[in-house]
C-alpha cells in the first residue's frame, strides 16, 4: 500500500488514537511496536510496516507455512469487553480471532473474515466475561499465491459490549448504514449538515454539547415508505438483558420508526417503536431483549414523503439486568429433556387400559441395537407385544412450555417391523387443554434400521407442549416405534452454535485430525451410509444417521494391519480432561481399537483404552479419563482382525474439561463378551 494511501486511511481513522473511552490491556496501534504481540513460532510471522501504523502477513514472506499467527500477552480481564479491530484483506485469504485460555487444550474461534476489500474494514467482537487469564489470537491465512497479504492498523480493546455506542468515534462502533439513494443515517453534532438544523444538541451525557450522533431526515425522500436502516454488529453470543438509548424524533406522523433485532438467518423481531410521535427532546428508551442466540440490532426509520421529518439516536448502552422487573428471566426450556436413563423426566402417557409406550433397554447384542445415548442404556418402545389390544393409539405427552417462544426441537427415532409406516410416529403440538394445535412431524419413509435425527422448529401463542403419537391399527402390520434422547432449546434449529474446539462429527471434514502414515498400513476413510462389507460395520452414523463417520475397511487391509488416527497437536491442560466419543465394533472378525496418548517426554505411546473381538450392533458410547500437561496427541489405533468382517467405526469425539462426570464405558480394556439378546423392561 502506498505511502500517500496509508495516510489517508490514518486520517479516516485517526478517532481511534483519541478514543474517549478506557482502552484495555492487549490494545495497539502499532505506532511504537508490536504491544506485547508476538508472532508464533511454529508458523509464519507478522510484519511491522516500515511506516509504522500495521501489522502484515504477505503470501510471499509465509515460506511453507499455510498462516501466521499473532498471540497478545496474558490478559486477565474479568468483565466483558469489546475488541474493535481495523483489518484489510487484500486478494484472497482470511483472518480469525481465536481465544486461548490458560490451562486448556484448545483454541476458541469467536470470528472469522474472507471477503477482501480495496478500505480499512471495522469488526466487533464481544469478549465474555471470565476469570480464567487468556490470550488472544489473530490467524493470518493469504492463499498461496502472489498479492495475497492480510494486515492490521489497530486493535482496540474497551469496556462493555459491541452493541454500545455513543458515536463519538469516526469507527460509530461497527455501526453500518444500509446504504438508499435517498434517505441514509448520517453523524451529527459538531460536522454542521444542513437537513440537521432542526435536530437538538447532542445528547449531553457528560455536559458535552458538541458531541456526536446519528440520525435521518426525510429531505430526499422521494418515494412512500423510503427505509433507513442503521444496523449494530452482530454479537457473538447469545444477549440477554436491557437495551437502552436516546432519541429525539421530529414530525408528527410523518415517519414510522422502529427497533429490531435480526438474527444470523435474517429474520426479524421488532423489539421496540414508539408510543408519540414527536419527542420535545432527547428520550430515554430502555427495552428488553431476550435472545438464545447472536443477534444484530436495526434502527429502521421509513419516510412517507420528503416531509417527513428527522429521527436522531445517541448513547447506546447494555445491561445483562432486564430494565423492567416485570420481565419473565429467561426461561430454560432444558425441562424438556429426557435420554429416558434415570425414568421417564416429565413426560407421561394417558391413562388408558394398557399403556403402549415402555421404557426399556438392550444389552450389548450382535440382533438387535441399543439405545442411542450409550449403546447400553434405555429408551422409549412403543410396541404392540405391550398391549392387549390388536389396534392402539399411545400418546407420550410432554411438559407444558411458555408461548411466544420459538423452540428448537431434537430427537432420535428408530422403528423396526413396520409395514406401512403411515402413523407408526407422529408429533403433535398440544395446548394446555389437551387440544391439538398442529402436526408438525410424521415419517416420510421406512427406517434404515438406525437411530435417526429429527429437529423441529416450533411457536405457539400460547402454553404448548410436543405430543409423540404412535397408532397401530393392525397388529400384524405394526412393529416397533422407539424415541431417545429429547432435547429443547430456545431458537431456531437453523442456527447452530458453531465449530466447537474439541468436538467433532466429520459431517464438514476431518476436524485436523491427521492420519499416520509411518507406523500404520492403511488409513480411516470418511463415508456416510452403511459400509460396503456385509454383517460388520455401522449402518449409519452416530450424529444423525445419516451423515459422516469414520472407519477402517477390512477388506482394504490384511490381518493384523493397522490405522492411526491423531488428533492435532493439543497444548495440554492443568485440568483432567475426559475424551467422549463412539465407537461401532461388529463383526465376527473384529480386530482391536486402542486410544493411545504421545507426547515428547516417553518413548512409546501411552495405552488410554481398548476394545478387542466384537462388541455390539450398536453405537457403543466411550468415557476416557487422562490428564497431560504438556503438548500431546491422542491416537485412534484400529487393528484388522482375522476376517473381511472386521470394520471399526468412531464417531462424536468430544474433550471437555474437567473428570468424566457419568461413568459410562470406562472400564479401560476389555475382551470379547456374551452376547445377549433380551430386553429388559
Known amino acids: 500500500m502506498s505511502s500517500v494511501c496509508l495516510a489517508v486511511h490514518v486520517l479516516l481513522l485517526w478517532g481511534f488514537l483519541r478514543a474517549q473511552q478506557l482502552l484495555l490491556p492487549g490494545s495497539c496501534n502499532f505506532e511504537l511496536g508490536t504491544c506485547g504481540y508476538t ?18 502477513v504477505d503470501s510471499a514472506f509465509l515460506d511453507d507455512q499455510e498462516q501466521a499467527v499473532l498471540v497478545s500477552p496474558v490478559l486477565d480481564q474479568h468483565d466483558w469487553s469489546c475488541v474493535r479491530l481495523v483489518y484489510q484483506i487484500t486478494g484472497r485469504g482470511s483472518l480469525q480471532l481465536h481465544l486461548r485460555p490458560h490451562g486448556d487444550n484448545f483454541d476458541y474461534r469467536f470470528w472469522t473474515a474472507n471477503e477482501a476489500s480495496d478500505s480499512w474494514l471495522i469488526a466487533s467482537v464481544d469478549l465474555p466475561n471470565t476469570t480464567i487469564p487468556y490470550q488472544l489470537l489473530l490467524e493470518g491465512r493469504p492463499e498461496r499465491s502472489p498479492g495475497n497479504s492480510v494486515a492490521i492498523f489497530e486493535i482496540h480493546i ?31 453534532g459538531n460536522v454542521v449538515r444542513g437537513p440537521e438544523s432542526n435536530l437538538l444538541e447532542h445528547h449531553n451525557n457528560n455536559n458535552n454539547q458538541r458531541g456526536h450522533y446519528m440520525y435521518v431526515d426525510s429531505v430526499y425522500a422521494k418515494h412512500f415508505q423510503e427505509v433507513a436502516k442503521l444496523t449494530s454488529p452482530m454479537t457473538t453470543v447469545a444477549m440477554a438483558g436491557c437495551l437502552s438509548f436516546y432519541y429525539h424524533r421530529d414530525q408528527e406522523r410523518g415517519n414510522i420508526f422502529s427497533v ?6 435474517g429474520h426479524y423481531e421488532e423489539l421496540w417503536r414508539p408510543e408519540v410521535y414527536a419527542t420535545p427532546g432527547w428520550t430515554l428508551v430502555s427495552v ?5 442466540h447472536p443477534l444484530e440490532v436495526v434502527f429502521e426509520v421509513a419516510f412517507n414523503s420528503a416531509r417527513g ?11 445483562p439486568e432486564f430494565c423492567h422487573t416485570d420481565t419473565e428471566p429467561t426461561f430454560d426450556p432444558s425441562i424438556a429433556n429426557c435420554d429416558f436413563e434415570n425414568g421417564l423426566c416429565l413426560y407421561y402417557q394417558e391413562k388408558t387400559e394398557s ?13 438387535r441395537i441399543g439405545d442411542h445415548t450409550t449403546g447400553t442404556g434405555c429408551f422409549l418402545l412403543a410396541n404392540p407385544h405391550f398391549t392387549s389390544r390388536s389396534d392402539y393409539v399411545g400418546r407420550l405427552h410432554g411438559p407444558l412450555l411458555p408461548g411466544n417462544h420459538k ?14 409406516v403411515d402413523n407408526a410416529l407422529v408429533l403433535y403440538i398440544y395446548d394446555e387443554n389437551n387440544v391439538a394445535q398442529e402436526k408438525v412431524w410424521s415419517l416420510a419413509d421406512t427406517s434404515r434400521a438406525v437411530w435417526s435425527q429429527v429437529e423441529i422448529t416450533y411457536m405457539k401463542p400460547m402454553l404448548s407442549k410436543v405430543v409423540f403419537v404412535s397408532i397401530c391399527k393392525n397388529f400384524w402390520e405394526c412393529g416397533l416405534a422407539a424415541i431417545d434422547d429429547i432435547t429443547v432449546s430456545l431458537g431456531d434449529c437453523q442456527i447452530s452454535a458453531g465449530s466447537v474446539p474439541g468436538q467433532c462429527n466429520f459431517e464438514s471434514g476431518v476436524c485436523g485430525y491427521i492420519q499416520d502414515k509411518k507406523e500404520d498400513k492403511a488409513d480411516w476413510l470418511r463415508v456416510r451410509g452403511h459400509t460396503p462389507t456385509s454383517y460388520t460395520g455401522p ?6 444417521g445419516v451423515g459422516y463417520f469414520m472407519y477402517i475397511e477390512a477388506s482394504l487391509m490384511r490381518p493384523g494391519h493397522k490405522a492411526r488416527l491423531l488428533t492435532s497437536d493439543l497444548r495440554g491442560a492443568s485440568s483432567p480432561q475426559c475424551l467422549i466419543f463412539y465407537y461401532h465394533m461388529y463383526g465376527s472378525g473384529s480386530g482391536i481399537l486402542s486410544v493411545l496418548l504421545r507426547d515428547g517426554s516417553r518413548e512409546r505411546d501411552t495405552l488410554l483404552w481398548r476394545r478387542r473381538g466384537e462388541q455390539s450392533i450398536s453405537w457403543m458410547r466411550a468415557m476416557v479419563d487422562y490428564h497431560c500437561d504438556v503438548r500431546h496427541q491422542v491416537i485412534f489405533e484400529a487393528i484388522r482382525g482375522p476376517s473381511l468382517r472386521s470394520d471399526i467405526a468412531i464417531d462424536d469425539i468430544q474433550f471437555k474439561r474437567g473428570p468424566c462426570e457419568d461413568p459410562g464405558d470406562t472400564a479401560p480394556y476389555s475382551g470379547s463378551s456374551e452376547y445377549f439378546n433380551e430386553i429388559e423392561n
Open 39 to 56: 508472532s508464533d513460532p511454529e508458523y509464519g510471522i507478522w510484519s511491522m510496516n516500515e511506516e509504522g501504523h500495521l501489522i502484515t
Open 539 to 544: 449402518r449409519g452414523d452416530h450424529t444423525t
Open 355 to 367: 399403556k403402549v409406550w415402555s421404557r426399556v433397554a438392550v444389552k450389548p447384542n450382535v440382533f
Open 309 to 319: 421529518g428527522n429521527v436522531a439516536i445517541d448513547d447506546i448502552s447494555f445491561s
Open 260 to 265: 429490531f433485532t435480526r438474527d444470523q438467518l
Open 407 to 420: 423452540y428448537c426441537l431434537r430427537f432420535y427415532y428408530l422403528l423396526h417391523g413396520f409395514r406401512k
Open 288 to 292: 428488553d431483549i431476550k435472545a438464545p
Open 158 to 188: 474497551v469496556p462493555g459490549y459491541c452493541i454500545e455506542c455513543n458515536f463519538e468515534e469516526h469507527h460509530l462502533c461497527g455501526y453500518s448504514n444500509s446504504w438508499n439513494p435517498n434517505v441514509n443515517w448520517y453523524v451529527g
